[in-house]
DNA sequence: CTCATATTCAACCGATCGGTTGACGATCGG
DNA sequence: CCGATCGTCAACCGATCGGTTGAATATGAG
């Protein structure tokens, strides 16, 4: 029987498969940033990054809030985390060291408000 | 700075950005299947599971392996394993539960050859 | 008010994706 | 050998992707 297919999975897996997207997470690793500054390391244009980070938003990896006229970006790490439970739980393993990658989360990002 | 990319996530992630492609990853986990018996319980034809099978095995997912006159597909947890350490340690941060997750890779799949 | 800055929108482009169909090559069974 | 089975190949299709440009929309600064 096939699985029940999570949704949710798709977007999040085809936003990683860019690698400028996952430069992008990298660097919203560090500090929440503005489009512009997301966009000032790219040889690309200002207008293909702010698709990127649509398209990244829409996945759940990260949030956008607008403060006055910049847009700021913040790293979301539960997408991540669904993502990571499905490689390490697909199926019907035991995600034995799920808690512990949770623990992680929290320690490096913070608790989830 | 931008991290160096890794090609091989790209195939990997786009891999399994697709639903179809997760579910045969599920049936694969049990055991190794022919593409014809991987096919039946999809509403799709022969021809489209053999191209999903393709780039499963061209991202290192699956290895293919033609016994006679059907091709035998196996699991190759490595990729898997290789998406999941970005997925802990993309950034500078230390992977952590790396050791815990190759563990588990090791116990559920067996040791690689 | 005016000008600059921050960001998105809209249209367009070539390339790739996910799927189909039909023909084809290889291999097995009788 | 013959016919059925396994799987791929090739051409085609519409849709989506990743990028570009140029115009438009806020908002902030002076």
Chains 1, 2 share one sequence.
Do not use: Y
């Not at 997207?21 to 503005?34: F, G, K, P, Q, T």
């Amino acid at each position: 029987m096939i699985p029940a297919p999570e949704p949710g999975l798709d977007a999040v897996f085809a936003a990683l498969a860019d690698p400028t997207r996952r430069a992008i997470l990298s660097m919203l690793l560090e500090d929440d940033m503005a489009v512009t500054d997301v966009a000032e390391p790219f040889e690309m244009s200002l207008a293909a990054i702010s698709k990127h980070l649509a398209i990244l938003a829409a996945s759940g990896l990260i949030s956008q809030e607008k403060r006055g006229r910049v847009k700021w970006c913040k790293l979301e790490p539960d997408a991540l985390k669904r993502a990571s439970v499905w490689m390490q739980g697909f199926g019907q393993f035991e995600p034995v060291n799920l808690d512990a990658f949770e623990a992680f989360l929290e320690r490096e990002f913070g608790p989830d408000p």
